[in-house]
């Protein structure tokens, strides 16, 4: 049962690519999206009876144009915007086939610590926080956003 005022969850499948050499995968929000250019993980939300990882591979074909091998589960996060209260499943992925096109018109760059991008979505900080946990890095790991 849920209290007065908590909202259902939308349940997101978001992709935390790792290449070679360490670096993860960073997309901007298309335009017409809410929080547009802002930097976040590639991913999306679940259609109704798939599983996180088969969400996370059709929304990485249909906006990257790649596919993916395994997604190995990372952390959920659950994340209250105005616009929705959404859980975050975030999943490692280290392979992939296929060439990256941006099908959103969206921007994409691989980045390490201290990410070079900006503005970085609130619900995207702390994977660069776990990250740098993982990593021993100190030290701040984005530039803050200016207030919306
Ligand atoms: N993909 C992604 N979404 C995130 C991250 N962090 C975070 O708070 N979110 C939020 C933003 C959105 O409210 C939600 C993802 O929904 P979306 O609108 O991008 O998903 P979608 O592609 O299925 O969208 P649509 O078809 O409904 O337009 O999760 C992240 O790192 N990656």
């Known amino acids: 049962m849920s209290t007065a ?4 969850p939308v349940d997101v499948a978001v992709g935390v690519l790792i290449d070679g050499d360490g670096r993860f995968l960073l997309t901007s929000r298309p335009e017409g999206k809410v929080y547009a250019g802002y930097w976040e ?3 999306g939300k679940l259609e109704v009876g798939e599983t996180v990882e088969q ?4 929304e990485l074909h249909e906006e990257l144009g790649i596919t993916i091998g395994a997604a190995h589960p990372w952390k959920v996060e659950i994340v209250d915007y105005e616009h929705a209260r959404v859980r975050l499943h975030f999943c490692k992925v280290y ?4 060439e990256f096109e941006m099908r959103e018109r969206q921007s994409m760059a691989w980045q390490t610590l201290p990410v070079d991008v900006k503005p970085v979505l609130p619900g995207t900080v702390p994977v660069l926080e776990w990250f740098a946990t ?7 790991t984005h530039e803050a956003a200016p207030p919306r």
């Open 134 to 140: 993982e990593r021993g890095f100190s030290g701040p």
């Open 55 to 58: 969400a996370l591979r059709r």
């Open 5 to 8: 005022g908590e909202r259902t």
């Open 95 to 98: 392979a992939w086939q296929g």
């Open 41 to 43: 993980f590639p991913g």
